[in-house]
């Protein structure tokens, strides 16, 4: 499912209009990106929660080359699914 098909299920099952559906998704989606700059954590219960997780600089191997490369620190958004979700998959 891409965002367009999102929010037409949003409009489907809220009896929205899909412009009114966009920027509730839109908005929703904001919400979450905001709380994970701000290296919040949001946790939608049932579903699951997005957090940030820092990830160590590593030594990695260049597969063209063979060559030993430094791969940087970064942080990565990471998402573990919620108990009932869990359940329905």
């Known amino acids: 499912m891409n965002r367009t098909e999102l929010v ?3 409009a489907e099952k809220t009896g929205m ?3 009114d559906a966009k920027k509730a998704v839109d908005a929703a989606l904001e919400a979450i990106e905001g709380a994970l700059v701000a290296n919040e954590q949001v946790a ?3 579903f699951g929660t997005f957090s ?3 990830r160590a600089e590593r030594q990695g ?3 063209a080359t063979g060559a030993k490369i430094t791969i940087a620190a970064k ?3 990471k998402f573990k699914a919620g108990s ?4 329905k998959l």
């Not at 009932?84 to 359940?87: H, I, Q, V």
């Open 44 to 46: 939608l219960l049932g």
């Open 84 to 87: 009932a979700l869990n359940a």
């Open 61 to 63: 191997v260049n597969p």
């Open 8 to 10: 037409a299920a949003v």
């Open 17 to 19: 209009t899909k412009v």
């Open 75 to 77: 942080k990565s958004v």
């Open 52 to 54: 940030v997780a820092e």
